[in-house]
């Protein structure tokens, strides 16, 4: 349709010095065929930005392997997602584990649950994963885990966040006796108040795992609804909802300007605030969003050959 072909950006003025402190060590999120489209990473990403790898159910291990010691030689700190349903044992768990490992020297890893329904073999939690030992055997020091500001329907059916609640106090007790580092990476959201609240309320209840917020880069309004819907994004939906019954905001393409302004201030006012982090959701593209990072992000955004 004619009336959803976004021809030109919104104009932004250029972050100011709280956006630019809150954008400081952002990663990002790639897969093997979009970084294979990537020519090179120096000219769109800072020096040591950590780039997480997504293993979708199906992509062989040869291909994350590959895109992991690429962008290790290019300078990048590599953290490949590990999903545990589609991992058959912990056999296989500790072949990848030394593959990253001999290849890449990669020392991180994402920990999920999945993507998929039904496990593929004996592991269905990140829990599990973490269980096995394997990440110390293998020398990793940092290990994320999932967040999910707006729950996740996944854990609990209903609505709630119970079960979510009780898998990030176990998370907290793991990263209690261990020593890598922990931290939350959530999912995407679009408002920045019930990212606060959640935030606020992980600390209220003795969860103080630094949150590393997931936060969708630029990219057209119909492709962000789309992925918002499947991955059962909340109450931010909202606001993309309500941006598409403007038909001025509908010609533009969505930018994370707003939310990430939002939360950068309510850092810089509170400095223990336990956000740590922005990881970026290049929903719209690398390139997309690696452009409003240098556009956004003073000297956090400089690419490494900028």
């Known amino acids: ?77 590599v953290m490949p ?60 020091t940092r290990l994320h885990v999932a967040g999910h500001p707006e729950g996740n329907r996944d854990i609990d059916p209903d609505g709630g966040d119970a079960a979510v609640m009780e898998a990030l106090r176990w998370k907290q007790a793991f990263a209690e006796r261990t020593d890598a580092q922990m931290a939350l990476a959530t999912q995407f959201a679009f408002d920045a108040d019930p990212i606060i609240a959640w935030a606020d309320r992980l600390k209220a209840e003795g969860i103080d795992l630094p949150i590393h917020i997931g936060i969708a880069g630029p990219a057209k309004l119909q492709t962000l609804i789309k992925f918002a819907i499947a991955c059962g994004v909340g109450p931010s939906l909202k606001v993309l909802q309500k941006r598409a019954m403007d038909v001025t905001k509908l010609l533009l393409p969505y930018e994370p300007t707003e939310v ?8 810089a006012a509170n400095p223990d605030f336990n956000i740590e982090r922005v990881h970026f959701f290049p929903l719209g593209g690398i390139n997309a969003t690696a452009d409003w990072t240098i556009q956004n992000g003073g000297a956090s955004g400089r690419p490494a050959n900028g």
């Open 1 to 77: 349709m004619a009336l959803l072909n976004f021809r030109k950006r919104e104009t932004q003025q250029p972050g100011s010095a709280a956006l630019e402190a809150f954008l400081d060590g952002y990663s990002i999120e790639v897969m093997p065929r979009t970084a294979a489209k990537v020519t090179s990473f120096r000219d769109l990403l800072p020096e040591g930005t950590r780039v997480y790898i997504a293993h979708i159910d199906g992509t062989p291990i040869k291909d994350m392997v590959a895109t992991a010691a690429r962008l290790a030689i290019e300078g990048y700190a």
């Open 81 to 140: 997602h590990l999903p545990a349903r589609i991992i058959p044992d912990a056999a296989t768990l500790e072949h990848w584990l030394q593959m990253y490992r001999d290849a890449a020297g990669v020392k991180q890893a994402l920990l999920l649950a999945g993507g998929v329904s039904e496990p593929h073999g004996q592991f269905h939690s990140s829990m599990q994963l973490m269980e096995t030992g394997l990440f110390d055997k293998y020398g990793f």
């Open 260 to 267: 990430l302004t939002k939360l950068a201030a309510h850092k």
